[in-house]
């Protein structure tokens, strides 16, 4: 059974950090990449950022690059998303997602459609 698992969020003030953790099981991730996605309230769900299992290739949304980072602990199956300079339009559920690596998935890692398993979210709220 896939399960993937998001921890981490809470609330925090503007300008601070959050350090959101995915933990994935029931899968080779050697296989797949991981992506995080986030959706506030009356908005559809976004892409954050991903990684490549193998490789550790990270690709990252404009609205986050330089303040969000993405890594990976292989012996824990566990993704992290590092939130630095947080601001009120972070706040959102934080979801993490799987996609099988094949043909050009990766390049298309900002596409809902593309990720097979979906974590439960974690709320992440940022005060002004």
């Known amino acids: 059974q896939v399960q993937l698992v998001e921890s981490g969020g809470g609330l925090v003030q503007a300008g601070g950090s959050l350090t959101l953790s995915c933990a994935a099981s029931g899968l080779t991730l050697t296989n797949y990449f991981i992506g995080w996605f986030r959706q506030a309230p009356g908005k559809e769900r976004e892409f954050v950022g991903a990684?490549?299992?193998?490789?550790?290739?990270?690709y990252y949304a404009d609205s986050v690059k330089g303040r969000f980072t993405i890594s990976k602990t292989n012996a824990e199956n566990t993704v992290y998303l590092q939130m630095n300079s947080l601001k009120s339009e972070d706040t959102a559920v934080y979801y993490c997602?799987?996609?099988?690596?094949?043909?050009?998935?990766?390049?298309?890692?900002?596409?809902?459609?593309?990720?097979?398993?979906w974590g439960q979210g974690t709320q992440v709220t940022v005060s002004s």
């Open positions: 997602a799987a996609a099988a690596t094949y043909g050009s998935s990766w390049s298309r890692a900002h596409r809902l459609e593309v990720y097979n398993y």
């Open positions: 990684i490549r299992w193998f490789g550790r290739s990270t």
